[in-house]
């Protein structure tokens, strides 16, 4: 399993519009193969950052599944137009206790 984390940083006074967005957005992502959880986050000190984490059974699902598909392109045009700049996207696996 990976950890996919997104900082997405809002066009400020678009977050509430933004968040809308990704209620729609949400079933298109969590619907891809390989997609085990969904989740956004708000930032308190910086409410127009958000956090997306997705957890996937592999890299090559979140980029093969998810983003060389049309689900990428429908998910992006429901989210991207609120975006201040790029996201920052990375993936993360867990660390043996």
């Not at 809002?10 to 933004?18: A, I, S």
């Amino acid at each position: 399993m990976v950890l996919e984390v997104a900082l997405i940083d809002v066009t400020p006074g678009n977050e509430d519009d933004f968040a809308a967005a990704y209620a729609k957005a949400r079933p298109i992502l969590a619907g891809a193969e390989g997609c085990r959880s969904v989740r956004m986050t708000r930032g308190v000190e910086s409410p127009s950052r958000f956090v997306l984490l997705v957890e996937w059974d592999s890299v090559e699902a979140h980029d093969v599944n998810f983003r060389q598909t049309e689900r990428f392109a429908q998910w992006r045009g429901l989210i991207g137009p609120y975006f201040a700049g790029p996201p920052l996207v990375e993936h993360f696996v867990d660390v043996p206790a």
